[in-house]
């Protein structure tokens, strides 16, 4: 706080026409910033309200984007910033018009059966690609905010099919959103807004409904392609669903972030099908019916796309558009604390306003809420703990000799806690919680004991006297649920090998949805 009657000099920001201010907070880093002037100012294709504190956190990394001449005033200057006339909004706008002419036609198209001569019948479904940090999340979110922003009603869909940066759940996650108002970039936790099960309804960013499936890893890779291939089947199926019910979401479309890991044309090439190239684009292309595919920078990647079999077949528009000179990369450790960033705010909500911002004198945007999470602990036989694919089974080196494995590759293998290497790996683990129906479970003499959780750190009761031993190793459950829609996630905070029991944090109080959960490789531990 300054002395009283120190006048603090204000820091002014001029923006030409067409230009940004590029800035990389650092993790002292948090400065709110006001639009001065009355020319509309952007943030990645937000508009900034006129005269009104947008707080943005430590760590950030971001554009503001003026199309005319333009003021802003920042609380303090991060120590890397600068303008730059270069900028790729020109070119997405570009894309964002053709786009938005699709979704036109295709609701005179539904709604009153006026036909057109392309014979366009639906919205957009794109899926944008590059290599890492070529600002594939940028771009999806400048789509999604132009479209939302453009005073139609329209209600895009985005997809999450980078589990490293999930659109708006915990990595590891594949997902799906539809957000109804332009999503903000106040903090690095969440690139496309908060999920309304992490966050308290709010006047910002909040409220954004998702639905996430659990890959459980950051990349698809050959060994866990066939689970990805199912949870994306998955995702398709419950897009073209939504999509059958609902003519503004159909007319709307759909924009997809997509992993890097898509850029490697080998990626889950299988031995039986040695020339096959780029399978799991082909086969996101498949599941969305994708129709337009917007490759970063990548010249031979957009070449190579642009002759692929299975694409041309399908008449798969693949675009070119350069990539933004301001995109930042992004270094393993970056990485890794945007991960813990966005498993934190999962479970305590939105970061508060840090001191320095919410002493600031004017109007502020309305923010997020903290949430209460909340730890308990559950016993070892009551909370089910799977793991999906063939990663977890035993190598083929260990099969006897001659015999080849005829597992499925989307098999569940059971944890048992009790050996002490799988206490040792489910420690910090992140947990999706997956719901269970009737008939999932498969029947057996024994019975899985799934039984109701009790609150507030109390024992499980009958747990102790439970006289049958379980059979740990034993998947009482069909293997189908193992891509089924996630509830929720929770986290292993600690785990007592004496009392048999884990200590869980979950992201609200109340016994948990379902006591079967789904374990990955994501760890997380809480160093904030
Ligand atoms: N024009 C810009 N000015 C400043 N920062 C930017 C700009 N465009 C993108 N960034 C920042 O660069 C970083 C990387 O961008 P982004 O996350 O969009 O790339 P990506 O290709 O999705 O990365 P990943 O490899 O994680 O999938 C982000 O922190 C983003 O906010």
Request: with cysteine.
């Amino acid at each position: 706080m300054l002395p009283e009657g120190t006048q603090k000099e204000q820091i002014v920001v001029d923006l030409e026409p067409g230009s940004e201010w590029r800035f990389e907070s650092e993790a002292d880093e948090n400065i709110a910033i006001r639009v001065l002037s009355h020319e509309p100012v952007f943030i990645n294709s937000e508009e900034l309200p006129l005269a009104t504190w947008y707080p943005i956190h430590r760590y950030t990394k971001g554009a503001i984007y003026s199309p005319t001449q333009a003021r802003v005033e920042v609380t303090s200057l991060p120590a890397s910033q600068y303008t730059s006339t270069s900028t790729i909004h020109p070119q997405l706008l570009n894309v964002h018009l053709a786009l938005e002419r699709t979704r036109l036609l295709a609701r005179r198209y539904l709604l009153s059966s006026i036909t057109n001569a392309e014979g366009i019948q639906r919205g957009p479904r794109v899926m944008v690609m590059g290599p890492p940090s070529s600002g594939k999340t940028t771009i999806v979110k400048n789509l999604v905010n132009l479209a939302l922003s453009s005073g139609m009603g329209w209600t895009v869909g985005v997809g999450g099919l980078d589990p490293s940066s999930p659109s708006n759940l915990i990595p590891g996650t594949l997902s799906l959103s539809t957000p109804s108002h332009p999503i903000p970039t106040h903090h690095l936790a969440h690139p496309f807004g908060s999920p309304p099960t992490s966050t308290p309804s709010n006047t910002l960013s909040a409220d954004i409904p998702t639905i996430g499936w659990w890959l459980g890893g950051l990349e698809p890779s050959n060994k866990n392609a066939e689970v990805w291939k199912a949870l994306v089947d998955r995702m398709g199926q419950e897009w073209n669903k939504r999509c059958e019910t609902d003519k503004t979401a159909l007319a709307s479309g759909l924009i997809m972030d997509t992993s890097s890991a898509f850029t490697n044309p080998l990626l889950a090439t299988k031995k039986d099908d040695p020339k096959a190239r780029y399978t799991l684009v082909s086969q996101a292309v498949d599941a969305f019916d994708i129709d337009t595919i917007l490759v970063i920078g990548h010249e031979k990647l957009h070449i190579d796309l642009s002759r692929l079999p299975s694409l041309q077949s399908k008449g798969v528009n693949v675009v070119r558009i350069p990539k933004s000179g301001g995109v930042v990369d992004l270094d393993d450790q970056a990485r890794e604390l945007v991960h813990s960033f966005q498993i934190r705010s999962y479970f305590y909500g939105e970061p508060p306003l840090p001191i320095e911002i919410s002493n600031l004198m004017g109007k502020m945007v309305g923010i997020d809420g903290s949430l209460n999470p909340y730890s308990f602990q559950i016993g070892w036989e009551t909370l089910v703990v799977l793991r999906v694919g063939e990663e977890n089974s035993a190598p083929s080196s260990a099969l006897p000799l001659g015999s080849s494995r005829t597992l499925s590759p989307t098999r569940l293998t059971r944890v048992d806690p009790s050996g002490p290497a799988h206490v040792v790996r489910l420690l910090n683990t992140v947990l999706a919680i997956v719901d269970i129906k009737p008939e999932d479970r498969i029947k057996s003499d024994k019975k899985p004991k799934i039984e109701e959780v009790k609150t507030e750190g109390e024992e499980i009761e009958g747990q102790e006297e439970e006289e049958e031993e379980e059979d740990m190793e034993e998947v009482p459950f069909v293997e189908e649920i193992g891509t089924r829609e996630v509830l929720g996630f929770i986290v292993i905070t600690a785990i007592d090998a004496q009392k048999k029991k884990y200590t869980i944090l979950s992201p609200s109080p109340g016994k948990l949805p379902s006591t079967v959960a789904i374990a990955g490789s994501i760890e997380w531990v809480d160093s904030a």
